[in-house]
């Protein structure tokens, strides 16, 4: 780890081989500030078209988004630069397996849109914990998951998503990690704490477009340059650094013999087939099924057929990450291979500052060095259009769990305004922690990015993945069972994350020292084994402890879901949208405020006219369509459809590649 990361210098190093400024020339420039001038307009449209008053209008978007924006914000939420600089990263290392962890995604966004989201919709909940405390009551599991939720939020996502957008800005302007990583927060920053969620989806919708143009161009560039796809194939197998180093195995070096299979052999694998199959769906089920970031947008949708569509939509463009991201990173090592498959530890800090590998500027160094004049800076939008939308997308869902379900419990009375205010301060103090744990991320899981996100994602999440499943689909699970679940679950994944990060994961010229029974089982079977051990402790637990009537789990269960008798909720909810209800204080204010009280109030939503009052008969009705999850027949059978097709697509591919 270079010495001048943790300092606050502008540039790099100067002893590194790379110091170059590459973007400094009219068209890249040009092309960067229309990028930003068109998202910030597309932010500003947003926040003007919709309303951000309320709690539901500023955190899910009023409830009134379609599929397509809906689909795209999936898929820009979840592909951040992380995925850029890491999923390349491992690619140039080991091969297109790891292409296999976008396309299980296929899979479960239909479970999400299918199982999860129908049962989510009808309990009328803003957020994931909610969910949790009227399916259980009590509020130790919900405060539990939103605490938990925040720490894999620093650890999986905020940290690394900005560790890798700052790797590309480093790469293309010589900058300074930490102040690559202010300047992008405060832009991102800007319209995520005013807008809400409608101008992150809008802006994600936006961001979408750019980053598959881009990344096709790139692409396009990088197959031209090694002369075809079977001729790039032959390569990457002859892909050996000239500087080997004295002493280091030659598996270290040289290319895998399965680099060019997705299922791979179950116990000597990098990435083995049964884990890569079922290991990687539990993971995928924590994320897809049960994450803030991801829920948050579907339960914004008009209806639940939008909510499909959207799932099929970011399906469809999930396959794109393989020929978009995997192949590049594996063209970079052909192209670079001295720097990009680097082993010597002395060689590697020379090239890009860290000795445990520089597989993470694979992609990151093909843009720079292939790219034309405008095209650069096109790509370097690319990279600020991932990072961005997977921050705003984290930065307003984590706003949300800490406001909704820890804020409420402290100040149970807070009017709108407050909990807005207090959301958006939360953000601030999210990055902070999240900019501190950079060091860690750049040095783990021998410099491969995305399998450092992993690891961490399959020590922390298969608990709250196993809770949510039996919640739904098992209504015999009560919160004795929940909770000491989720608590063992939690110590047992945190006794192994611990211990790996103790003894450090080491790389493959340096292997880590750490216990064989400990650090020995490979991250994605451990996902497999602690979901087991979850299950077996939430279901002995629950059935030693006294179960919950039907009548507390109308409509939170899958066997109860079309129940339309009233739900006697197991206790009330700690805050509700009238209670911020004195329109005599609000037309006050609004009589005696200066003009730049009323223009920092538009800015922050907060001045948007209060919304009348309604009936008891309104509040019902109203009620009743948020909750609604029923289909009109003709696009129930089109999604349906739609969700086979989807299907078979993604069993084709994975036979295709096996």
């Avoid at 499909?308 to 063209?331: D, R, W």
Wanted: with cysteine; net charge neutral; charged share 15%.
């Amino acid at each position: 780890m270079g010495a001048d990361y943790f300092g606050f210098a502008y540039v790099r190093n100067d002893n590194r081989k790379n110091v170059t400024t590459v973007i400094n020339n009219a068209a890249d420039i040009s092309v960067i500030v229309i990028y930003f001038l068109v998202v910030l307009a597309v932010g500003v449209w947003a926040m003007v078209r919709t309303n951000r008053s309320t709690v539901g209008g500023f955190f899910l978007a009023g409830r009134s988004m379609v599929w397509w924006p809906i689909g795209a914000s999936l898929f820009a939420s979840n592909i951040g630069s992380g995925h850029f600089v890491g999923i390349a990263g491992t690619g140039a290392a080991a091969g297109i397996a790891i292409g296999g962890f976008e396309w299980n995604a296929l899979v479960v966004v239909i479970i999400l849109g299918w199982l999860f989201v129908p049962i989510y919709i009808k309990a009328g909940v803003v957020t994931m914990p909610e969910y949790l405390k009227k399916r259980f009551g009590g509020q130790r599991i919900r405060i539990y998951l939103s605490v938990l939720s925040l720490f894999l939020y620093v650890f999986t996502k905020i940290s690394a998503d900005m560790f890798a957008g700052a790797i590309f800005i480093n790469q293309a302007l010589g900058l300074n990690i930490y102040l690559a990583v202010i300047i992008l927060l405060m832009i991102t920053a800007l319209y995520t704490i005013t807008g809400g969620l409608a101008a992150v989806i809008y802006t994600d919708t936006l961001q979408t477009i750019i980053m598959v143009v881009g990344s096709f161009i790139l692409m396009g560039f990088a197959f031209t340059e090694v002369g075809g796809y079977e001729n790039f194939k032959v390569r990457y197998m002859n892909a050996i650094p000239s500087v080997v180093g004295v002493n280091i195995s030659e598996k270290c070096y040289t290319p895998r013999a399965d680099a060019f299979h997705i299922f791979r052999d179950p116990i000597s694998g990098d990435l083995p087939w049964p884990g890569l199959i079922f290991g990687l769906t539990i993971q995928a089920a924590w994320y897809w099924c049960t994450d803030q970031v991801i829920v948050q947008r579907c339960l914004s949708a008009k209806n639940l057929s939008h909510v499909k569509a959207g799932c099929i939509l970011c399906g469809y463009l999930k396959l794109l990450p393989m020929f978009l991201m995997v192949f590049p990173g594996m063209i970079s090592r052909v192209l670079y291979t001295d720097e990009i498959a680097c082993v010597d530890p002395d060689e590697c800090n020379y090239y890009c500052g860290t000795s445990v590998g520089c597989t993470n500027i694979a992609y990151p160094k093909l843009v720079v060095d292939l790219m034309p004049n405008g095209l650069r800076g096109l790509m370097l939008s690319v990279m600020l259009a991932s990072l961005m939308s997977s921050l705003t997308s984290i930065f307003n869902s984590a706003s949300t769990l800490f406001t909704m379900d820890i804020y409420t419990k402290i100040r149970p009375k807070a009017k709108e305004k407050e909990l807005m205010i207090a959301g958006r301060v939360f953000m601030l103090f999210l990055i902070g922690v999240s900019i501190a744990w950079i060091p860690i991320v750049q040095s783990a899981q021998s410099g491969q990015l995305f399998d450092y996100i992993q690891s961490i994602t399959s020590y922390l999440a298969p608990p709250i993945a196993a809770v949510f499943t039996l919640a739904i689909f098992c209504k015999r699970i009560n919160e004795p069972g929940a909770f000491y679940g989720l608590c063992i679950g939690l110590l047992v994944g945190l006794a192994r994350m611990i211990t790996e990060f103790a003894y450090g994961t080491g790389s493959c010229v340096a292997p880590s020292n750490c216990p064989t029974i400990i650090c020995g089982v490979h991250y994605l079977y451990f996902a497999l084994i602690l979901f087991s051990l979850s299950c077996i402790l939430i279901v002995a637990i629950s059935l030693m402890t006294k179960p919950i009537d039907d009548k507390h789990l109308y409509r939170l269960c899958w066997s109860l879901r079309n129940n339309t008798e009233e739900r006697i909720d197991l206790e009330e909810d700690d805050w509700t949208e009238d209670q911020d209800s004195n329109s005599m204080e609000i037309e006050e204010n609004r009589k005696e405020a200066s003009f730049c009280r009323k223009a920092y109030n538009w800015f922050c939503g907060f001045d948007q006219g209060s919304a009348p009052k309604l009936t008891k008969e309104q509040e019902a009705e109203m009620k009743m369509k948020l909750t609604d999850t029923s289909e009109k027949p003709l696009w129930r059978n089109v999604v349906n459809a739609n969700a086979i097709i989807l299907l078979a697509v993604c069993v084709f591919f994975h036979g295709f590649f096996s």
